[in-house]
Nanobody, 121 residues
Framework: QVHLVESGGGLVQPGGSLRLSCAPS????????MGWHRQAAGKQRELVAFNTPSNSNMGYGDSVKGRFTFFSDNVNNTMYLQMNSLIPGDTAVYYC??????????????WGRGIHVTVSS
């Protein structure tokens, strides 16, 4: 089973920035989908940003457009989420999601365990 390891969360003041990263435990030979989702307390999980490498399609949730940027390192299969101009409403647990094929041809749809981001003064 491929695990996704997230890092970069924490506590930040409003207006600040954080960069999240997510790396798989083994190499992924073909990636179909990479995405970041978040879930705030008492709310449903929502899409933050995604990328489908096969057609270079990328999208963002309405609440983060213009503030968050998704990018990836195709060599290490690592995805990142650069979060700027953070507001208290961004406080949530952030999850990465990756769908693809491993070098052995195993299809995966893996989620990270979640990383806390708290925006507060």
């Amino acid at each position: 089973q491929v695990h996704l390891v997230e890092s970069g969360g924490g506590l930040v003041q409003p207006g600040g920035s954080l960069r999240l990263s997510c790396a798989p435990s083994e190499r992924i030979s073909r990636i179909y989908y990479m995405g970041w989702h978040r879930q705030a307390a008492g709310k449903q999980r929502e899409l933050v940003a995604f990328n489908t490498p096969s057609n270079s399609n990328m999208g963002y949730g309405d609440s983060v457009k213009g503030r968050f940027t998704f990018f990836s390192d195709n060599v290490n299969n690592t995805m990142y989420l650069q979060m700027n101009s953070l507001i208290p409403g961004d406080t949530a647990v952030y999850y990465c999601n990756l769908r693809g094929l491993t070098d052995t041809g195993l299809g995966i749809d893996s989620w990270g365990r979640g990383i806390h981001v708290t925006v507060s003064s």
